[in-house]
């Protein structure tokens, strides 16, 4: 079974820090996502990345997969009030099935 | 309007009640997906199709079904809710394998 370890479950920062969230499992993936869920809403894809040591920016926002596609990181520079959520990834598991694995998530407060 | 419509929103419902939680896509996606969100657990799968004909089971299938009417519709029955069932459920689509995931608003049930 994959499993995908998300931490920190909770983070609470000010405006204008930075932070890093990680994602780590002992299986590898094709592919990582990750996602961003706000209060009433369902997840919206920030990125997918595929290839191992990967890096894609999105804004203030780096994602990094692992060379050996086992590991995945988040991290936001500079953070604003508008970045608060929770924050999923998900693994593409093995196989052609298109399930996804997903971590615990990471709920992110960031306080003016 | 939403591509992927959950209804309804919220629903309250007695142990032991039979209830259905609907979703319906207009992305012209094959794959569609049932998921429970639980604090801290995550997202886990408990049904998904690939098209009308085929049904598969999630990670956590027992004491639900589902029915898959039409490419568009794919709907999750709880034949006899217990209190433990009480969550955050999502319906998601995807176009293939690869293809990151579409999900709709959510259904908050609660099972008293």
């Known amino acids: 079974t994959q499993l995908l370890e998300q931490s920190p479950q909770f983070l609470s920062i000010q405006e204008g820090e930075n932070l890093t969230v990680y994602c780590n499992s002992s299986?590898?993936?094709?592919?990582l996502q990750w996602y961003r869920q706000e209060p009433g809403e369902g997840p919206v894809l920030l990125v997918t990345?595929?290839?191992?040591?990967e890096v894609k920016k999105l804004k203030r926002l780096t994602f990094q997969f692992g060379d050996a596609r086992k590991d995945s990181s988040l991290h936001i520079t500079a953070a604003q009030t508008g970045d608060t959520g929770l924050y999923l990834c998900?693994?593409?598991?093995?196989?052609?099935?298109?399930?996804?694995?997903f971590g615990q998530g990471t709920t992110l407060q960031v306080k003016p | 309007d939403a591509d992927v419509t959950q209804t309804p929103r919220n629903r309250i419902t007695k142990t032991g009640k039979r209830i259905m939680l609907e979703c319906s896509q207009t992305k012209g996606h094959d794959r569609m997906y049932w998921y429970r969100q639980d604090p801290g657990l995550g997202l886990r799968l408990i049904y998904y199709?690939?098209?009308?004909?085929?049904?598969n089971k999630g990670e956590i299938s027992d004491g639900y079904s589902v029915s898959r009417q039409a490419q568009a519709k794919f709907s999750l029955s709880l034949e006899s809710a217990i209190p433990n069932q009480t969550a955050l459920y999502f319906c998601?689509?995807?176009?293939?394998?690869?293809?990151?995931?579409?999900f709709g608003n959510g259904t908050r049930l609660t099972v008293t």
């Open positions: 199709s690939f098209d009308v004909k085929d049904i």
């Open positions: 990345v595929v290839t191992g040591g």
């Open positions: 299986s590898v993936f094709s592919s």
């Open positions: 998601a689509t995807s176009g293939d394998s690869h293809s990151p995931l579409h």
């Open positions: 998900a693994g593409q598991g093995s196989g052609n099935t298109g399930k996804l694995i």
